[in-house]
């Protein structure tokens, strides 16, 4: 049996999903988003839809949570719109958006999210708290910017607030970590799957110093 908070995370609609995705590549190898026609370049980036909307009296009626004719493949900022425009949002939903340093994550955030959602993004409490630059994090800071961050988990876990959706960022390379939290917060992960060369690249380019050892030591520990 099936409830709207494990159904989205559920082995049968994950592989649903990744069926429709290959099914529906175009033969020039892109797959274009059903709302806005235009390409998803990433796999991250797209999102199943159900037109009729999944509720708990109809998550189990596989003729329509399971079917794909009730289902567009479209991308994350356009699901959101449609959610936001026909109004179909009534449960508060929650991401957690993880991958490695410099992997893109706050950056796809600031694209899909909107006005009325929340943010955890830890770099933000860092820069909040202190005189800082986005990256210098002493130590001796710790313990308050995680109490903060715990607090704003708590509000997240318990849906406190009139918030729309909840992007929960950070590394979290153990697929343990990433378990736990998901069933702690009832939130769907969404895996910014950029390769190591970019991740290095890009921390070049932003003059983040010392940051290639993050990014080798977050692929060592990753696990999927
Ligand atoms: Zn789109
Ligand atoms: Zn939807």
Redesign the pocket.
Known sequence: MFTLDNFYKSYEWRDLVCVLRIERTHKDGVLYCEHCGRPIIKAYDCIG??KIELTEQNVNDYTISLNPDNIMLVHHKC?NM??ERWG?VKQKQVYLVYGAPCSGKTTWVREVAGKEDLILDVDNIWQMITVNDRYTKPGRLKTNVFLVRDCILDMIRTRTGNWRHAYVIGGYPFAMDRTRLEQSLGAQSIFINEAKETCLERAKASERHGWDKYIEQWFDNYSA
């Open positions: 839809h159900h699901h449609i959610h179909y």
